[in-house]
């Protein structure tokens, strides 16, 4: 069936350092993607969010990338900090016509000091 | 901070108990979600609101059941527990016209012996 997935599980960074972290999904049909960073013990928590009619957004330090051609969403983070060290997932609307979100497997940052 | 309470945090009960999941939200959001969640994976949506009265099945087959009396409150029971149900279980809700941003709860981890 549809799905929307990532690359890589576990991204190790260094503070201070440039973070992607990468999603693709495979419904053509999605219009609507989201990050949502997960902190241990915590539940997910929105980050930013952008429509297929756009190809990147920013937000505070972080940017998403938008690659309908290939299917592709990237989520960049700036300056990375040690308080980004959390699991990132991404998910897609899929216009199923019930409004609920997909959620595909998360990536896990971590950052060292 | 979101305006999202689930109880209890943690629960471990023994097969073929009754449970139930209190998820509370002072947001006034309409539409109310619950996820499963097994450790470093993804979320599986298992049941949704859009109101008071409303309840739906999400992708994922659950043996739990939810109800929707009062806006603010979103239970979900376990009749008879059993090992296979130990998991995470997340709360949510949005407003119905942002389908995107969801503000989760803290999550209930569950374990059943």
């Known amino acids: 069936g549809e799905s929307v997935g990532l690359h890589l599980p576990t991204l190790s960074v260094q503070e201070g350092d440039n973070s992607i972290i990468n999603c693709a999904y495979s419904n053509s049909a999605s219009d609507y993607f989201i990050w949502y960073k997960q902190e241990s013990g915590k539940g997910p928590q929105f980050i930013i969010d952008i429509r297929s009619n756009m190809d990147k957004r920013q937000g505070q330090r972080v940017t998403v990338l938008l690659n309908k051609t290939v299917k592709h969403l990237s989520l960049q983070i700036a300056a990375t900090q040690p308080g980004d060290s959390a699991v990132y997932f991404c998910?897609?609307?899929?216009?199923?016509?019930?409004?609920?979100?997909?959620f595909g497997k998360g990536t896990m940052l971590l950052v060292s000091p | 901070e979101a305006d999202i309470y689930q109880t209890p945090r943690y629960l471990v009960i023994g097969t073929g108990k009754k449970i139930t999941l209190e998820c509370s939200q002072t947001?006034?959001?309409?539409?109310m979600y619950w996820y499963q969640q097994d450790p470093g994976m993804e979320l599986h949506l298992i049941h949704y609101s859009y109101g008071v009265n409303s309840t739906e099945k999400g992708d994922l087959s659950s043996e739990s059941t939810v109800s929707r009396i009062r806006t603010e409150h979103f239970p979900l029971t376990l009749e008879s527990a059993r090992p296979s149900h130990t998991s995470q279980y997340l709360c949510?809700?949005?407003?119905?016209?942002?389908?995107?941003?969801?503000?989760f709860g803290e999550g209930s981890r569950l374990t059943v012996l």
């Open positions: 998910a897609e609307n899929s216009n199923s016509g019930y409004s609920t979100l997909t």
């Open positions: 947001m006034g959001h309409d539409k």
């Open positions: 949510a809700s949005s407003r119905l016209a942002q389908t995107g941003e969801l503000f």
